[in-house]
Nanobody
Framework: QRQLVESGGGLVQSGGSLRLSCAAS????????MYWYRQAPGKERELVAH????????NYADSVKGRFTISRDNAKSTVYLQMNSLNSEDTAVYYC?????????WGQGTQVTVSS
């Protein structure tokens, strides 16, 4: 069964940090580009970060550049999102996404709440 499972979300104070993980199973993780998306209440889902199969170069939404870092460990079939200097605008459900041509998989999401 092809699966993506996110973890690491939670409640953090403004200025704090969190590290999200997304563990993949059931497919060849190393052959897939990986993405992190987020969706805040009442807003559309937006792309946060992307990491290609090779591991670089990575891409980020302007709103998170310099604060978030995406990385991957193909040996562990896991993609990470290190989030620093969090603020209330970062409150959202965060989803990881795997993509290879027409094959697209989504995780169930993990909630990140930043309190001011």
């Amino acid at each position: 069964q092809r699966q993506l499972v996110e973890s690491g979300g939670g409640l953090v104070q403004s200025g704090g940090s969190l590290r999200l993980s997304c563990a993949a199973s059931g497919f060849a993780f190393s052959s897939y580009a990986m993405y992190w998306y987020r969706q805040a209440p009442g807003k559309e889902r937006e792309l946060v970060a992307h990491i290609p199969i090779s591991g670089g170069p990575t891409n980020y939404a302007d709103s998170v550049k310099g604060r978030f870092t995406i990385s991957r460990d193909n040996a562990k079939s896991t993609v990470y999102l290190q989030m620093n200097s969090l603020n209330s605008e970062d409150t959202a459900v965060y989803y990881c996404n795997a993509r290879r041509f027409a094959d697209i998989y989504w995780g169930q999401g993990t909630q990140v709440t930043v309190s001011s």
